[in-house]
């Protein structure tokens, strides 16, 4: 049986960020991703050149963008800011306007769902390239309610239309 180690943001921060893959902190515990596949980059790539054409400058973020969340740290692989988003001299703080998850294989969604809404999200889309499926969460009436994108998705609060068919196009 394995311990494992909780650590606090400050010891967080003096870790050595890895060459390839992201590291983040949640509920203590660092979790440590691989470099992401191709097909991952690939729609990274697609979704962020479409918000990019979409938004006001300075809102959209890519990957390697980390947010201090309930004491730790979340760096999605796109972000949109709020237009009122708090930072301090170092890093964004609190749950971006948007937050965009690609998953990878075996990755746990469940616990950063929570940080992000617990620190004010509008929406959470978890994007699976396995299943070339989209699912948002986003809070409605003080709720976060799920729904399955099918085809395309329009954010009321972007706004934005995401066709799911630009994002998943064969390479």
Do not use: C
């Not at 870790?15 to 902190?25: H, I």
């Not at 692989?77 to 965009?100: C, H, K, T």
């Amino acid at each position: 049986m394995s311990t494992t180690t909780l650590i606090s943001f400050a010891e967080f921060e003096q870790l050595p960020y890895p060459e390839a893959g992201k590291q983040e902190l949640v509920e203590g515990e660092v979790l440590t991703m691989p470099p992401p596949v191709r097909i991952h980059s690939l729609i990274a790539v697609r979704l962020l050149a479409r918000l990019l054409a979409s938004l006001a400058e300075g809102r959209v973020l890519g990957d390697k963008t980390g947010y201090r969340i309930g004491g730790g740290w979340l760096e999605p692989d796109a972000s949109v800011i709020w237009p009122d988003q708090r930072f301090d001299e170092n890093y964004f703080l609190g749950s971006p306007m948007v937050a965009v998850e690609i998953l990878s294989p075996g990755e746990d969604i469940e616990p950063k769902l929570t940080l992000y809404f617990e620190d004010g999200a509008a929406e959470v889309w978890v994007i699976d390239p396995r299943y070339k499926s989209m699912t948002v969460y986003a809070r409605e009436d003080g709720k976060v309610v799920r729904s399955v994108v099918r085809d395309e998705y329009r954010s009321e609060n972007i706004p934005f239309t995401l066709r799911l068919a630009e994002i998943f196009a064969e390479s």
